[in-house]
């Protein structure tokens, strides 16, 4: 018999010790962690509830698909109704999305499944039945390895990884309740397309179909219109809620307008709508900032792009306040729906037919005709002006009023100019701004002469005159504005300021500098805002000086201080120096002009203040001895820890993780040793050690997992994991993995030694190189490799595992037990490790231990061929022979491809004959001879077939003591004379599964 040992030339060998492998160069941690129970209280338990609000909550639910539904004219599933069957199911919080593992791209789809249970009956169901159909393709449920995380979804902000969704075995509604529980699917087929998706079960005897797509479409409750001359600006309105898998509703609907040469959209947020989690807020930013911009990079975005013929995306009354940003591009965010087409429909008003655009002034949508007023208003001719006055003064919408207002600036006739006037001076504010905006922005010198009379005789609105000319800075304003900057309100006067600025008027450093001499005055810091803004050494020492006198008379007041740290004064340290000992609201922001400015001059100071500073202030006291004396930082840090003050331990870590220095290893591990077990501190440091990829830290880290409490052990092993993936050597190593994926297993060594000549206790390389030299039946090389391995880390995993495998193929049976034990000992569930030693005790022939071990590997997973076999090569041996031939009939329904199904199929039949053989007395001379030839012919067919799926190892098989009762059967020559044939290479045994 075979077992499925990493290196054999067969194609399923070698897919599952890749697959084994790929399972060691991950790092399991001991015990899984489901979701936290915030996370879980925001659904109906698995046991269900009967509470009310729950109950109503989902009825709500149930009721908004169908009536969105009915008014898209769509039919309503029987799963989302509860008139058809008195129970409804709701995928609440789905997430589809896109993530990267190394070189390779997949797709998952989490949600969870909520079942609302009115009906008489209990509804009961296994959700690992659930099927999910991508465009036709199916999946069924696996369970989720990534135990470095990149399958991560984010909900409330919070991030979560898909190892800690629980989907249970079985799921209870009892009549009048409400339960759910989770639903995933991970490693899905990637793709930028937004496809079909459903789920597929059975309640009992009953089929469960649950439309993802339609429900999510509804759950969005888009609506679309198109704007504008021929309906080149299309805006849609969310008025539901937004999840990931329904932004393929926005998608396709782009895909849609695209095909309509439609290239600008706008996204409008209904005031109803629920707000969208942050992260999606981030993709909506994120598309509208790269709309138009081809980016290669929209391919590996989480959720999909949006279509790259869409050239300008802009959001309308945008939810939450995220602050995504993408390079330097700015997002097309918008308060109102007005303001977001008026920015859509630049260009479009300027350059339309005449007759067209009185059209839409006249005659067009209440958005357009903004536009077209605003854009518009320089081609309309002056005769046009009545129908621009009676929209002002006898239109209801205020927005068509102001783009009215906006238009007059192209009409210099003394009609216009009364009506600005009067608009000016209107109560509401937001028309009296844009007539005094349409006055200072006209091309006309009329208009500008009209306002500078207003600022000079309507004194209720000069502030807002200064500030519409400081914003249209024009040299026929300069003299008036001169004279408001030095005398009068002082509200004027700062708006005067900032208009001179504008103008670059020639007088204005003499203006600020009388204002900095007079101590009372207020407007002093207008005139250090502005003087700062100077570029000229002149106006710099001004305001050097004016804040190192002020320091020198009172307590540094902020802007002083953002003059020193601007402009890095070290005069002001000694000055700044004794402050530090007066509490007072100001002095973290002394501290932290200290720092920025400071020298090794601040140190002891800083230090002997530091028990009796604030937590943001020591905070930022340890940010400065760090950057200015790291050695200092070092010897200090272990003092600071002591506070347990959670905040300063976070800077203490980030500021270790920053330093190129050794000494910060052993500062850290020195600090985790202090620290009691339970101290929540620990863990945090131990997790920070991981950022440190070398020598000292992960003999630590290894010693502290191997020899602590369960939680601290889990800390460290998680450590472990990321020093290895930050490794500067990690990108060499995923380049060999990508080699071995290939077949190259010679150039995968290269690669390999590559990475342990600079890191010879890289354990992930090491084991990879192992891989990669059976693969070459280099055994003894693949065995050192390993047994280096355990040198370095005893509990790596499946490392005693893959070296006791390894050594059952070089036939070194005993040992191997010994390294299968030890395996089985540190991850005691692992099927493979005990079908391995049921091969180890089989070839040792000791069988009832065999027998033993195969059947407790196939409990724990019933599917597992080795298991199966060697259960049914056990019966044979025992005189079972019916149960063994069931056991294979059962087994090769799965595995009926399986080149070592085949092979052990064979032993099988080959034991069940030498049992025959030596038990003549069970079976009548006919029947006896018959069995034999049976059971002979069936092991050669067996062979065969092995041969034909690509087994090809004639040295094993030739001492297989399995095989013994057929060697001398002339076929069993013939049989090894083929196997040595030589054959193409078969494609899918190379077609690795390793997985970075």
Not at 67 to 72: M, Q
Not at 355 to 367: C, Q, S, T, V
């Amino acid at each position: 018999m075979r077992i499925l040992i990493p290196g054999n030339d067969m194609k399923l060998g070698l897919q599952q010790s890749i697959r084994a492998l790929t399972f060691c160069l991950l790092l399991v941690i001991s015990q899984t962690a489901w979701a936290d129970q915030q996370l879980e209280e925001e659904f109906p338990p698995v046991e269900g509830t009967g509470q009310a609000e729950v109950l109503e909550k989902y009825r709500a639910k149930f009721e908004q698909l169908s009536t969105e539904l009915s008014a898209l004219q769509l039919k309503i599933p029987a799963s989302i109704s509860l008139k058809t069957d008195n129970f409804a199911c709701y995928f609440d919080a789905p997430y589809f999305a896109q993530y990267r593992n190394g070189n390779q791209q997949y797709r998952f789809l989490i949600g969870r499944l909520v079942i609302l249970n009115e009906s008489q009956q209990e509804l009961s169901f296994n959700p690992r039945t659930v099927k999910l159909s991508v465009d036709g393709q199916e999946y069924e449920y696996q369970p989720v390895e990534d135990y470095k995380g990149h399958a991560t979804f984010r909900r409330q902000n919070r991030h979560y990884n898909l190892t800690e969704l629980n989907v249970p075995e079985s799921i209870t509604v009892s009549p009048g309740k409400v339960a759910s529980c989770w639903i995933v699917f991970n490693e899905l087929d990637p793709g930028a397309d937004t496809p079909q998706l459903d789920l597929n079960w059975k309640i009992g005897d009953r089929p469960v179909s649950l439309n993802l797509t339609l429900s999510a479409r509804a759950q969005i409750e888009w609506r679309q219109e198109q704007i504008g001359p021929h309906g080149i600006i299309a805006v849609g309105t969310i008025h539901g809620e937004v999840n990931p898998l329904n932004l393929s509703t926005i998608i396709n609907q782009m895909v849609d307008l695209a095909t309509k040469k439609v290239a600008r959209v706008i996204i409008h947020f209904d005031e109803q709508a629920p707000d969208p989690d942050p992260h999606l807020q981030q993709w909506f930013e994120l598309a509208s900032r790269m709309a138009g911009q081809n980016s290669t990079q929209q391919s590996t975005w989480e959720f999909p792009p949006i279509p790259s013929l869409i050239q300008e995306l802009h959001l309308s009354n945008f939810p939450g306040n995220s602050n995504y940003y993408s390079g330097n591009l700015a997002a097309n965010k918008h308060k109102s729906l007005n303001e977001a087409y008026v920015a859509a429909s630049h260009g479009i008003y300027q350059t339309i037919p005449l007759k067209d655009l009185i059209e839409e002034i006249r005659a067009g949508h209440p958005l357009s005709k903004c536009s077209a007023l605003i854009y518009g208003a320089i081609r309309l001719p002056r005769t046009f002006y009545p129908e621009i006055a009676d929209i002002i003064t006898h239109s209801e919408d205020p927005d068509l009023q102001k783009a009215a207002l906006t238009a007059l600036a192209e009409f210099p006739q003394s009609q216009s100019l009364e009506l600005l006037h009067q608009y000016a001076l209107d109560s509401n504010e937001e028309l009296s701004q844009a007539a005094l905006i349409s006055l200072g922005s006209s091309r006309f010198p009329q208009h500008h002469q009209a306002l500078l009379r207003m600022l000079q005789n309507e004194e209720s609105i000069q502030q807002q005159i200064v500030k519409t000319m400081a914003n249209f800075p024009r040299p026929l304003w300069s003299e008036t504005l001169e004279r408001f900057a030095r005398e009068g309100d002082d509200e004027i006067r700062q708006e005067a300021l900032r208009a001179l600025d504008s103008l670059g008027h020639p007088d204005l450093r003499s203006i600020l500098t009388e204002i900095l001499e007079d101590e009372d005055d207020p407007l002093i810091t207008t005139a250090l805002e502005i003087l700062s803004g100077q570029d000229d050494e002149q106006s710099r020492q001004l305001v050097i000086n004016y804040a190192l006198n002020q320091i020198r008379h009172s307590y540094p007041e902020p802007q002083s201080l953002t003059t020193i740290t601007r402009f890095r004064v070290q005069r002001a340290i000694p000055i700044l120096l004794p402050y530090l000992n007066e509490e007072h609201a100001h002095r973290n922001q002394v501290v932290q002009t200290l720092t920025t400015v400071g020298d090794n001059r601040i140190i002891e100071p800083l230090l002997d203040l530091y028990p009796d500073l604030n937590a943001a202030e020591q905070q930022t006291v340890l940010r400065a001895i760090a950057t200015i004396d790291e050695g200092r930082f070092l010897k200090f840090a272990p003092e600071a820890l002591k506070s347990n003050e959670q905040q300063n331990i976070s800077v203490i870590i980030s500021l270790l993780q920053g330093s190129a220095s050794q000494d910060a290893v052993a500062t850290l591990i020195a600090m985790i040793e202090e620290l009691p077990d339970e101290s929540p501190s620990k863990s945090s440091l131990i997790r920070s050690l991981g950022g440190f990829s070398n020598h000292q830290s992960r003999t630590f880290l290894t010693k502290l997992r191997d020899n602590s409490t369960e939680q601290i052990s889990r800390s460290a092993a998680a450590a472990l994991e990321t020093s290895y993936s930050r490794s500067p050597l990690s990108h060499i190593y995923q380049q060999a993995l990508s080699t071995l994926r290939s077949g190259k297993a010679d150039l995968a060594v290269k690669q390999l030694t590559l990475v342990l000549d600079s890191d010879p206790i890289y354990p992930q390389a090491l084991q990879a190189r192992a891989q990669a030299y059976q693969n070459l039946s280099d055994y003894e090389a693949a065995l050192a490799d390993y047994l280096t391995l355990l040198k370095i880390d005893q509990k790596w995993p499946a490392a005693q595992g893959s070296t006791g495998q390894l050594l059952t193929s070089l036939s070194r049976f005993e040992e191997a037990r010994g390294y299968l034990n030890t395996a089985i000992e540190q991850e005691p569930e692992k099927a493979n490790w005990y079908s391995s030693r049921g091969h180890v005790y089989s070839m040792l022939e000791q069988f009832p231990e065999a027998e033993a071990d195969y059947r407790k590997a196939l409990k724990i997973d019933p599917d597992l061929m080795t298991a199966l076999t060697g259960v049914a090569l056990s019966l044979a041996i025992n005189g079972k022979i019916d149960e063994a031939i069931e056991q294979l009939k059962q087994g090769r329904e799965k595995h009926g491809d399986d080149s070592i199904f085949a092979y052990n199929a064979a032993c099988t039949y080959a034991r069940a004959m030498e049992y025959v053989v030596q038990h003549p007395g069970q079976f009548s001379p006919d029947e006896h001879k018959a069995q034999i030839d049976r059971l002979r012919d069936s092991a050669f067919e067996e062979l065969d077939r092995s041969v034909e799926l690509g087994y090809q190892d004639s040295k094993w098989t030739q001492d297989d003591p399995d095989l013994k009762s057929l060697q001398d059967d002339p076929r069993f020559a013939k049989f090894l004379k083929k196997m040595n044939e030589p054959k193409p290479e078969d494609a899918k045994t190379l077609g690795l599964e390793l997985k970075p």
